[in-house]
């Protein structure tokens, strides 16, 4: 779950005291009464705890995330605090993380798994940079710490692997210390397909069944020959730049290409690049793969392929 902004707790005191008064040899237990809150004066209760309302996906677009959101509000209730779960269309929900506004204060929502989230990037820089603490940026709880972006920053730039792991622990130690969102479960997905209609489905790392590679391995074994693949969310947009979930990215990278993929041995496979070079820790040379074409014929060039990184960039 993640939280806007801190809130102030309610402290529930209650201490029991217990006192041994010796008397004539004998010892004699006194008893006090226990402390209440309403005890405690009010210049020391610090602040009152806002009404808390925490957003959740729908039950039939994710049964756990709702049952989550609805269990922690219970929690919060049972300690007094005003906390209520508000189940809501994933594409709102989507709209009022990534919106202008920001007008929510806490919310549950996962982070599906992807063969290139098995790289720590994804957890450390777009989550929680804050460059990305930005309307339409992945840093949705609005975190900002300097000394977690500049090692955040370093890691991307190391080519070294054992400096880069190093350089992650510390990324990852200072967000323990300052927790910006909190890991309440990691779920193990069930993925099934029809193997008297399909076979040589790839299971990857990370991804399961559904993943990058499996349509150019499957092999229909009857006259079927479409393979459909189900989801209970609609894709959001079919601009891989402007798409904000899983479900809309997952589809459009199968149309959309990319430089290289990472095989299901989680190693680098030249793709639209032919081969690249490394001339500098923060300079690569790469060279595009010929006879590449858009779907209209028109050759795919080196400028193209600037063109499009400039365009991610400079739109953030």
Known sequence: MFLKRKKSVISLLVIMM????????????TTTAPTTVSDVPDDEMGEVVP??????????ANMVNYEMAQEVAEEL???GVDAVAQPID???LLDILYGEDSDYDAYTIGWSGRIERLDPDMF????????????????TNRYRNPEFDALADAQRQEMDINLRQNIVYEAQRILAEDVPHVTLYSRANMQTYNKNLFTDVINIPGEGLFNEWTPFTV?????KTILTVASNVNIDDINPLSSKSVYGWRNLRLIYDKLVRLSPEIEPVPWAAESWDIVADNVIDVTIRQGMTFHDGVAVTAEDVKFSYELFINEN
């Not at 217990?18 to 237990?29: I, K, V």
């Not at 009404?51 to 039939?60: H, K, M, R």
């Not at 989550?127 to 603490?133: L, T, Y």
Request: hydrophobic share 40%; net charge negative.
């Open 77 to 79: 209730q049972k300690l």
């Open 124 to 139: 450390i820089h777009s989550i929680n940079h804050s460059d990305n603490a930005i309307p339409g940026g992945n840093n």
């Open 90 to 92: 994933f594409a709102v």
């Open 51 to 60: 009404s808390i309302t925490i957003l959740s996906s729908l039950p039939e």
């Open 219 to 223: 092999r229909p074994l009857t006259d």
């Open 18 to 29: 217990m006192l041994l008064a010796a008397c004539g040899g004998a010892s004699t237990p």
